[in-house]
């Protein structure tokens, strides 16, 4: 049910936040699957956000994991996901922060004001 994949998701994100990065993996990657199976787009939006965010800290290369933030905050917006699209532009501001690139942290950042959306901490 959506509920079941909404607890996972929220399992996952409450794992990578304590840095229990294998345990949140598992439970973004169960969220996803049950995501995909309810066709429910919130949860695969959430599951998408937390497991990329794990990546970039993983020090999975910046590009690729910009790109995959980039395609989360794509897809949000064009099905009007507002959360989605709002965790997506955040977090590429973090990925900024990390890789020292300033200049792009604010670029993130009017990229969300200037969709006339506040902006909001990290998820």
Known sequence: TILRGEVAALRARVLANRRRDREAVQWGECALQIGETVES???????????????????????QTMATFRELVDASR??????????????MAFVHVNAGELDAVVGSLVEEMRAGRPVVGQS
């Open 78 to 91: 064009a099905s009007g996901h507002v959360l989605g699209e709002l965790r997506g532009l955040n977090q």
């Open 41 to 63: 787009e919130d949860v695969i939006f959430d599951a998408k956000a937390t497991i990329t965010r794990i990546m970039s800290r993983s020090g999975d290369d910046p590009g």
